[in-house]
């Protein structure tokens, strides 16, 4: 009960305040011990709304057009990717994803469980840092689901290892990025940058030549500096420890992240606790009005012998059976 209030509680609050529940989250695993000669992976995922730039911020990382980037009125990106270059010691993997975690086309749709299961097989055992990838001066309110969907799937914990990475830098032009973090009216945003530790950065993906490596630059030694700060250790959650991931273990995920005071209240222990609470095993009224409040489902099991007074409340009980003078129908 108490994990379960902590993550609901968290999802309604600022994702600045987070030190208890991070300490819920599953902890990350360090690396494992890469061979003499061969490259330690370094496995970074792209996250956001559709449209925010993440495939073009992918390519500018790579060095190359490998994810499609284009202009459109719909989503370009419709499948996870990789692609792969190294750096320095690494061998840099960038996961690209469509707008698969909130607040866009993919809402409430198969494809989008199949995609991050797609996600998880290309990113495990887990991602070492996450880019969350927004344009300057447009965090939106799908921006803002587009958050939520991710610490749905991945959990409260991930912040640690998240970047927000603002497209169009171009367009500071004489302004610094940190003035305009720093004074933003964006509440939001100001709350999401303080959950990432202050991690942000700029990057302008038309650039080409010498300009285009001091951007990939800038953003690696972010990268960097967010692995250090973790001790070289990746992400890893409940989703990337089970060997036989599936979508409708996937779906399952996010319904119990959506609404986890319902998942509590559906539980045969938790529904045992408070009818008895209540002094009547058959009619718990307070959880029937609780369900009702919270959209939940608590089933009953049919009358019988058959009902002589109507249903109570929200439907059939077993209160309402045929009684002597001496036994009143329990009041709800």
């Not at 972010?222 to 409708?248: A, C, H, I, M, Q």
């Amino acid at each position: 009960r108490d994990h379960l209030y902590h993550q609901h509680w968290h999802r309604d609050a600022a994702w600045g305040r987070q030190p208890l529940e991070e300490l819920l989250s599953v902890p990350s695993n360090p690396c494992p011990v890469v061979p003499a000669g061969e490259r330690q992976e370094l496995r970074v995922v792209l996250l956001g709304r559709s449209g925010a730039g993440r495939s073009a911020t992918g390519n500018t990382l790579l060095g190359e057009e490998r994810f499609e980037s284009h202009l459109a009125s719909q989503p370009v990106t419709t499948t996870c990717s990789d692609g792969r270059r190294h750096w320095r010691r690494w061998c840099v993997v960038v996961v690209d994803t469509p707008a698969i975690f909130g607040g866009s086309q993919w809402d409430k749709h198969n494809e989008a469980c199949r995609e991050i299961t797609h996600c998880i097989e290309l990113s495990s055992p887990g991602p070492h840092v996450l880019l969350l990838v927004t344009q300057l001066g447009r965090f939106t309110q799908e921006d803002q689901e587009a958050v939520r969907g991710v610490q749905d799937i991945f959990g409260v914990g991930v912040f640690r290892h998240m970047v927000v990475v603002f497209t169009r830098g171009e367009e500071l032009v004489g302004g610094s990025l940190h003035n305009y973090v720093t004074h933003t009216d964006n509440r939001a945003l100001r709350n999401l940058i303080q959950s990432c530790w202050n991690r942000y950065c700029s990057i302008n993906n038309r650039a080409s030549g010498a300009e285009r490596d001091q951007q990939v630059q800038q953003l690696m030694n972010k990268v960097r500096e967010t692995v250090r700060e973790n001790e070289g250790r990746y992400y890893s959650n409940e989703l990337y420890l089970d060997p036989f991931l599936t979508e409708e273990k996937v779906r399952y995920h996010m319904e119990k992240a959506a609404r986890p005071w319902g998942v509590l209240l559906d539980s045969l222990s938790y529904r045992r606790v408070l009818t008895k609470s209540q002094g009547c095993d058959c009619c718990p009224g307070e959880l029937l009005h609780v369900h009702r409040l919270l959209g939940t489902a608590f089933p009953l099991p049919p009358p019988n012998p058959p009902l002589t007074a109507p249903c109570c409340f929200l439907g059939p009980c077993c209160c309402h059976r045929e009684q002597s003078s001496a036994q009143p129908l329990c009041s709800m």
